[in-house]
């Protein structure tokens, strides 16, 4: 019988694995790479409830092992996604982009079976030192400038998240990562650690700014990963606060506004991950079971759909180099393909929460329990954001992308289907949403609490279908209004860009004048003592001349006159003879009077 072990170690491991199998047998790596989340859904299969791994560390104990129900949704469906992750990156042939990833996911299963704060924090950080390689690989200025601006907001968030573990700790004698009050500066700030993460306006920046400039396959994960981790971390430690409630909703809201203005597929996609991760935080805020396994599910549906979203348009930038929809309308690339626009669809239809598909379902759940709990404004700003969901996913990005009327001055695109191994990926997410969205006990079973709800209700479905169609009808009349438009949108962002060209400009300019004009002194000064170390009888005749009054020209004069040792060997000799003269007398006088 083989022990189980943290699965978070099985990707650790395995990562730094990957380039001691070369490239000769590219069969054998590219079956290592699915191998690991095979064996770590097995391992997660065969892991009791409970807490175990525990080790002790400078009198704090270090838990990788809290598994209850809510940690395993969130690990189940995060090894999944490695799995499919990985079938759509079978293909890369950088081992870098490999170990980055399994470094990502592991990491991240660290943080959602940890039961401490100080190992959270560990995995936290490895995560985004992890994930901005995914970023980087793309290898093009856009993406090396988006992975600084990554990895410095997520290194100033972490900072902020120990800072409030360290005060956590001070306060209470414990590391335990359990409910947290939400009344002391700690637990803001660590709060705050949390929020960043989940992209969270005004946090949010980071998320449009970077998932779009990954690789193709690195964006994928990067969908699935970061954000769902913030939001198992806030149903862990604030369920129940009152302000993520409100921050969820106007979170839902924020996205589909800017994903508006978007015309870079992916950056619209990311703004409506910002939107979707709303429905979650908000029903982390609600607090009830019902709210928390609406919000478990939705992470769990949202992990598949968005995977699957990004999939399809990273296809479409695999085979044509383009990710602007004013690049790409027009060119019926339905046509050439006719796979990639299907699944995309699914995960489309899965978004919008379309009846029969995985979202419908989770969405709704999230929707009815602030309903329950008397919350008419936000299920407003919930069913309002959904709206905005199925316009721009599931109708304006097709149209931009796979479709479009033509206007005669289109340049022509040869396309074809993606590899098969990301058709496949691309099936088997698809099968997963439909699967999830047909039979959903599939998910109840393995949510945080027992649930009793039916999303299939005639009420629900006739609601939704009315939004829906009333949605696609407003498309139709404004379709020549809501296409791709050549503009930049202004976030966030702007912000701390700003303040970061600030920072580079006072450095480069009144800092580096400040360094130059001491340097200048200090190099003059040293120069000066250097010439007089030279010659030091030459110092004394420097200020004899100065207090006579000479005239400038025999000063220079004494000041550059070159050492000559035979100048200086009469006095020298005859100092060190007096020198000796002297100690011989003062030794007699010494054992005369001493004797």
């Known amino acids: 019988m083989i022990d189980i072990v943290p699965p978070a170690f099985i990707y650790i491991v395995g990562a730094f694995l990957i380039p001691l199998l070369g490239n000769r047998l590219r069969l054998l790596k590219q079956a290592f790479l699915l191998l690991i989340p095979a064996i770590a859904f097995w391992d997660l299969l065969n892991m009791p409830q409970g807490t175990y ?12 092992g809290r598994v209850d129900k809510l940690s395993m949704v969130f690990g189940y469906i995060f090894v999944i996604m490695s799995f499919l992750g990985m079938v759509y990156a079978i293909h890369i042939k950088e081992d870098g982009q490999h170990v980055a990833a399994f470094l990502y996911m592991g990491s991240t299963l660290g943080v959602v079976f940890t039961g401490d704060l100080f190992t959270l924090f560990v995995f936290w950080e490895i995560m985004a030192g992890a ?78 700014d970077a998932y779009p400039e990954g690789t193709v396959t690195g964006s994928v994960f990067m969908t699935a990963f970061t954000t769902k981790s913030a939001v198992y971390v806030l149903a862990r430690g604030f369920a129940g606060t009152e302000l993520l409630i409100w921050l969820g909703a106007i979170m839902a809201l924020y996205g589909v506004v800017y994903a508006v203005l978007e015309n870079d597929i992916r950056r619209l996609l990311a703004y409506h991950i910002i939107s979707q991760v709303g429905y979650m935080v908000c029903g982390v805020g609600l607090g009830s079971e019902l709210a928390i396994n609406g ?79 008397n919350r008419p404004a936000i299920e407003l700003m919930l069913h309002l ?11 304006k990005l097709p149209w931009g992308t796979w479709f479009g009327k033509p206007t005669g001055q289109e340049d022509k695109i040869e396309a074809k289907e993606p590899p098969l191994n990301m058709l496949v990926a691309m099936g088997l997410t698809a099968f997963l949403c ?18 009793d709800f039916h999303p299939y209700t005639a009420d629900k479905v006739v609601a939704a279908m009315q939004m829906l169609l009333l949605t696609a009808a407003a498309f139709w009349l404004y379709i020549d209004k809501l296409g791709g438009e050549p503009t930049v949108s202004m976030d966030t962002d702007w912000f701390y860009r700003m303040f970061g060209r600030g920072v580079a400009w006072f450095c480069e ?39 006579r009054g000479d005239p400038k020209d025999k000063y220079q004069a004494v000041r550059n006159e070159p050492y000559n040792v035979n100048t200086y060997r009469i006095p020298i000799g005859v100092s060190a003879g007096v020198a000796t003269i002297f100690l011989f007398l003062l030794t007699l006088i010494y054992f005369a009077v001493g004797g």
């Open 295 to 373: 919000a478990s599910a939705h992470a769990f549906c949202h992990i598949l759909y968005k995977a699957l979203l990004f999939m399809g348009t990273g296809a479409v930038i695999y085979v044509t180099g383009r990710r602007k929809m004013t690049e790409l309308q027009g060119r019926n690339l339905y046509r050439m393909m006719p796979i990639t626009v299907t699944l995309y669809m699914i995960g489309a239809f899965s978004i919008s929460a379309v009846p029969l598909f995985n979202g419908f379902v989770s969405k709704t759940m999230v929707i009815a329990a602030a309903g329950m709990l």
């Open 509 to 547: 300019k009144p800092l580096n004048a400040l360094r130059s004009g001491v340097q200048a002194f200090l190099t003059s000064d040293v120069k000066g003592f250097a010439l007089l170390a030279k010659n030091p009888y030459r110092a004394g005749r420097l200020i004899a001349s100065y207090f």
């Open 131 to 208: 994930s901005v390689f995914l970023v980087w690989y793309r290898r093009e200025q856009a993406a090396l400038d988006a992975g600084f601006r990554y990895v410095f907001v997520h290194l100033a968030g972490g900072a902020i998240l120990l800072a409030g573990i360290v005060m956590h700790v001070v306060e209470t004698g414990s590391t335990a990562f359990s409910l947290l009050k939400s009344d002391t500066l700690a637990s803001n700030f660590i709060l705050f650690g949390f929020l960043l993460n989940a992209a969270v306006p005004p946090l949010h920046a980071w998320l449009a």
């Open 53 to 64: 791994w525990i080790y002790q560390f400078l009198g704090y104990e270090l838990i990788l």
């Open 434 to 451: 439909i699967l999830t969205g047909v039979y959903p006990q599939v998910l109840y079973n393995i949510l945080p609490y027992p649930v």
């Open 385 to 395: 954001a959904s709206i905005g969901t199925f316009l721009h996913t599931g109708l």
